[in-house]
């Protein structure tokens, strides 16, 4: 019988996980839904985190640069002693509206770094420590926007995103028969608190929340369910992916985004 079937609420019990970026938001949500299953999770953000319960479980590093994917790659070494799951959350944009033309060498670069690069160059330190044990789990966070790029603000980010989301389709052709798996998840629209704080921005010029929030949804072209997705949500999503349930899933894309994507 499978170890989640005997007790689903500590399926993860035994595993070693990293979860980059799982100091807030929807990383935060997986940190805690994975260890409230077992699992011991290490994580990383840019920034110290007072709340984080376990200081030898946290790692203070900026993994778009190479220094700090290194930092990462030997504290998993060096205080877990070997991996059995990464979920790599990392990734944003930060570049100024305007389109294409506004865009600067500069932004992409970062761009890159930030949600494609620190990817690959984790994985490349990750992946001999799981193919000398034979066994492991890779999810990438991509995006929506990989299939529905908004060009006016986050152009860089959505191709970034689309070149991971091709990348990590070859590393699974590759590494599956090792007894890798390797798969994507894709949000939409997630409510965390940075949305929130997008929200609270827009508000001031809208008058209400409300119509903050509606302005966004519209954005995107509406979301079908109504509303936004919750980290927890997300957070449910990864544990399956991650586990033994879905122990035949490799190279696939999954989309949470409450059918924001009106194609298939």
């Known amino acids: 019988m499978s170890k989640w079937l005997e007790n689903p609420y500590k399926e993860f019990e035994g595993k070693k996980v990293l979860v980059t970026g799982g100091t807030k938001g929807m990383g935060q949500a997986v940190v805690n839904r994975l260890s409230i299953a077992g699992a011991t999770v290490m994580t990383t953000a840019r920034a110290v985190c007072a709340e984080f319960p376990e200081s030898n479980l946290f790692i203070q590093?900026?993994?778009t640069t190479l220094e700090g994917v290194a930092k990462v790659i030997q504290g998993v070494k060096e205080r877990l002693g070997g991996i059995?799951?990464?979920v790599h959350c990392v990734g944003g944009s930060t570049t100024s509206p305007g389109g294409a033309l506004v865009l600067t060498d500069d932004d992409w670069v970062h761009a890159l770094n930030w949600n494609l690069l620190a990817a690959i160059r984790l994985d490349r330190g990750i992946l001999p420590l799981m193919v000398e044990k034979g066994s492991g789990v890779i999810l990438h966070?991509?995006?929506?926007q990989s299939r529905l790029p908004l060009y006016e603000t986050t152009l860089a980010y959505a191709a970034a995103k689309a070149a991971l989301t091709?990348?990590?389709?070859?590393?699974?052709n590759e590494f599956s028969p090792c007894g890798i798996r390797i798969n994507t998840l894709s949000p939409g629209f997630i409510q965390t608190s940075a949305a929130d704080a997008l929200i609270d921005r827009i508000a001031t010029e809208t008058g209400s929340r409300e119509s903050a929030l509606q302005q966004l949804m519209n954005s995107l072209g509406g979301i079908p369910i109504g509303r936004?997705?919750?980290?927890e949500e997300v957070a449910e999503l990864v544990a399956f992916l991650v586990s033994d349930r879905a122990a035949s899933i490799t190279g696939s894309e999954y989309v949470i985004d409450g059918g924001t994507i009106p194609t298939v």
């Open 84 to 86: 059995d799951i990464v």
């Open 141 to 144: 966070f991509t995006s929506i």
């Open 166 to 172: 091709n990348y990590s389709k070859g590393l699974s």
């Open 61 to 63: 590093a900026d993994i």
């Open 228 to 231: 936004p997705g919750l980290p």
